[in-house]
């Protein structure tokens, strides 16, 4: 094996534009194709993380406008969910497939002070659900639990950007505080994390609190639920046009008024999501083999020049006793060795395009008005991918010189010898 | 026994026309002659040195190479036999352009699996025969036309082969160089008794044989005898 290798050196050293091409062509596939996975990787890294960010496993309701006059009402009616939807979702109707009903009431604007720093809040009542269905990340202290809902206690969460604003030499020490809202005062139980820019920062306190001050009305702002049963999204699909038709008939909607309520389904927006994601990174994966694929075409069409020049030369080697099969080896081995050799700077240099995407692109964001999202997140191809794709090249290379390859070795060396 | 013993070789060629190059050769050389094969351009004495060399395959007949039939050989086994107990010497050198003169030497031991150290040295040693020492380093391109063919000498001897076979060894050299070319293959055949058969259109390279065999549309002609090398008085003259 040792003196195979010596016998490729020297090939190799002495044939530097062919050894370089072919390199090239290799290194080249492999390098577009760890780049564009990696790129689209982030993408998908960001896409999902973005999503995740706003969408739980549950579904909410809120009441909206309507669009067409329905039953003797005009368009354009508010609606108002109640106490009445609440007995209906967590009534016998849905038992066994809806769980976990909680709600929230509608929000009040107060200004909140402290030492003479102020912030503007959006006072709600929710329940203790609410940071789940919420997807709200505790920076400090806790949410809202049950025990403040049943003692109606005068406590409200904050969020960073409200903490930096209030306290600012020690935002993270505000809570255990009390907090001015209005003629009102709250103890800070806990912090929940937000962006700088994020203008809709509600402040939550104890539903049964904020129903005792604010509004003494059964009136709620949503309905949250988590759902089991449907399977897929069909089911899921049928799930809610049941239970939403039977809101929308509760409050004399049109069946086909899409304005009446305001859905918002977890189950089925993450199901279609994962369903594009899927698309996306087919479309990847197809683009980047088509990419191998030239790369693939460019290491074969030298393989077949090369094995064509190089006739004669194997003519005087099986002249002087080179069996068929050392032919073969010899071109074989140095085909795999140009390929690997070359398929692995091509694949480092992909990686490190990579590592530069994420020092660069990945660190900007992009505002979308209410929050900042980054294109980009974690643009990277696992190693195994990587490898993977590197060795599909190395034996496609392989293979596609290995036709010209069997024909070189199979030639009469009378043949081979008169080859110019 | 003789050392290559033809009995009535029959070869045609089948490009479109067929070709009856050979027509019933018969032929034994002993072991240690010097001999010539001699004729015209579509003789059919390049075919038959090819044929003796087993580089190419004959029709009808046998060719019995030191006592062995060469006949539907596999690739391997004939690429084996030329390994070891044939040396080619060729017009054009075929030397690989891209290889030092050593390691073109070396390059049948290669295949013969020997062991890259043990081969160097024994390039080196023939290339030191052969006067070429200083030039072992250099490729195919920095050396004259009779320094190549002494590199291709030497990668014929390596092996040390039962026949040297040399197809027109001064066809590509001045007159000059042709004469020391042919000195050493004789100068071969007498130290070291290895048999050596030429190729060749030219009667004064002919006349530096022993044995001049006159071969014409396919058929052998006469026999000479040349132990006096006065068959061709005007001497190797171009």
């Known amino acids: ?420 | 026994m003789a050392l290559i013993e033809l009995k009535d070789i029959n070869k045609t060629y089948n490009n479109g026309q067929p070709l009856h190059v050979l027509k019933g050769i018969n032929l034994q050389i002993e072991q240690g002659e010097f001999v010539a094969i001699m004729g015209a351009s579509g003789s059919g004495k390049s075919t038959l040195l090819n044929i003796l060399g087993i580089l190419d395959n004959y029709d009808t007949g046998t060719y019995l190479l030191d006592g062995t039939l060469m006949k539907d050989l596999s690739e391997k086994q004939a690429a084996s036999y030329r390994n070891h107990m044939i040396g080619f010497i060729f017009q054009s050198f075929n030397l690989i352009s891209f290889k030092t003169a050593v390691e073109n030497v070396e390059l049948p031991l290669y295949y013969q699996g020997v062991p890259r150290r043990q081969r160097h040295e024994k390039a080196m040693e023939y290339l030191e025969k052969l006067g070429l020492t200083s030039w072992a380093g250099h490729f195919p391109n920095e050396m004259s036309g009779g320094q190549k063919q002494r590199v291709a000498i030497a990668r014929a001897l390596i092996t040390q082969p039962r026949i040297i076979l040399a197809d027109e060894p001064t066809g590509a050299l001045d007159s000059k160089t042709s004469v020391e070319v042919m000195q050493l293959l004789k100068r071969l055949n007498q130290e070291e008794g290895i048999t050596i058969i030429v190729v060749t259109h030219e009667s004064g390279v002919a006349n530096e044989t022993d044995k001049i065999i006159h071969i014409k549309d396919g058929v052998i002609g006469k026999i000479e005898e040349n132990t006096r090398h006065d068959a061709w008085q005007g001497g190797l003259i171009k």
């Open chain 1, 1 to 420: 094996m040792r003196e195979l290798f010596h016998e490729i050196a020297s090939s190799l050293r002495n044939n530097k534009l062919r050894t370089a091409l072919t390199g090239f062509a290799v290194s080249w596939g492999i390098f577009l194709l760890i780049a564009l996975l990696g790129a689209g990787n982030g993408l998908m890294n960001s896409f999902m993380g973005n999503m995740e960010q706003f969408v739980s496993q549950t579904v909410s309701v809120e009441g909206w406008r309507t669009s067409k006059p329905y039953a003797g009402y005009k368009e354009n009616r508010r609606i108002e969910l109640d106490q009445r939807d609440i007995d209906y979702t967590e009534g016998r109707d849905w038992e066994g497939t809806i769980t976990g009903v909680t709600t929230t009431t509608p929000s009040t604007s107060a200004t909140l002070t402290l030492n003479g720093h102020s912030a503007g809040g959006w006072i709600m009542g929710v329940m203790p659900e609410n940071l789940e269905m919420e997807k709200r990340q505790m920076a400090a202290g806790r949410y809202i639990n049950a025990a403040d809902v049943k003692e109606r206690r005068k406590v409200i969460v904050l969020s960073t950007a409200h903490a930096k604003e209030l306290q600012p030499q020690d935002p993270e020490g505000i809570v255990g505080k009390w907090v001015n809202a209005g003629a009102l005062a709250f103890r800070v139980i806990g912090l929940y994390h937000t962006e700088e820019q994020d203008f809709r920062r509600p402040t939550p306190i104890p539903y049964s609190t904020y129903k005792g001050i604010y509004d003494s009305s059964d009136k709620v702002e949503s309905i949250s639920f988590s759902v089991s049963g449907p399977k897929n999204l069909k089911e899921h699909e049928a799930f809610q046009e049941a239970y939403v038709g039977a809101l929308k008939r509760m409050h004399s909607i049109a069946p086909d008024d899409q304005m009446g309520l305001w859905v918002r389904n977890g189950y089925t927006q993450n199901m279609q999501m994962n369903k594009a994601s899927g698309i996306i990174r087919i479309a990847l994966w197809i683009l980047g083999l088509l990419t191998l694929i030239s790369g693939i075409v460019g290491v074969s069409n030298i393989m077949l020049i090369t094995v064509k020049e190089r006739t004669h030369e194997f003519g005087i080697r099986k002249a002087i006793g080179a069996k068929p099969g050392d032919i073969l080896k010899l071109i074989i081995t140095e085909s795999v060795t140009i390929t690997a050799a070359f398929g692995y700077v091509g694949m480092f240099l992909g990686m490190l395009a990579c590592e530069i995407m994420d020092k660069t692109v990945a660190q900007r964001g992009v505002n979308v008005g209410f929050d900042t999202i980054k294109m980009l997140v974690n643009p990277s191809v696992g190693l195994d991918v990587a490898l993977e794709a590197t060795l599909l090249l190395i034996i496609a290379g392989t293979l596609a010189g290995l036709v010209p390859a069997w024909k070189a070795a199979k030639v009469k060396p009378i043949e081979a010898l008169r080859a110019e």
